[in-house]
């Protein structure tokens, strides 16, 4: 049974820093392209960040760049989602998803569709 488990996310303030992580069991993690997504109140869900199998290619939505940052332990099965500078509109619910590898093309990895399994998600708050 696949499962990927977010840590804790919280309330912080703007521009402060919080980590995300994502712990994945009963799957081969290596095989894998791992995603960040979000969904703000309201709001559909929305790409974050992927990172490719080796952790050598990531790839953000345009509003994260030069803030957040995506790696990957594949020792630990773990994701990680470091996020500095918060925003106000970061706020939202944070979920990991795993893609199982297909190359890495932006067209497919912020195509949530594609991701097989899906973590619970986390709230993130960003308060101004």
């Known amino acids: 049974q696949v499962q990927l488990v977010e840590s804790a996310g919280g309330l912080v303030q703007a521009g402060g820093s919080l980590r995300l992580s994502c712990a994945a069991s009963?799957?081969?993690?290596?095989?894998?392209?791992m995603g960040w997504f979000r969904q703000a109140p309201e709001k559909g869900r929305e790409f974050v960040a992927a990172?490719?199998?080796?952790?050598?290619?990531?790839a953000y939505t345009d509003s994260v760049e030069g803030r957040f940052t995506i790696s990957r332990d594949n020792v630990k099965n773990t994701v990680y989602l470091q996020m500095n500078s918060l925003k106000p509109e970061d706020t939202g619910v944070y979920f990991c998803?795993?893609?199982?590898?297909?190359?890495?093309?932006?067209?497919?990895?912020?195509?949530?569709?594609?991701?097989?399994?899906w973590g619970q998600g986390t709230q993130v708050t960003v308060s101004s």
């Open positions: 009963g799957l081969t993690f290596s095989s894998y392209t």
């Open positions: 990172v490719s199998w080796n952790g050598d290619n990531t």
């Open positions: 998803a795993a893609k199982l590898n297909g190359g890495f093309l932006v067209r497919t990895i912020k195509n949530g569709r594609l991701y097989a399994y």
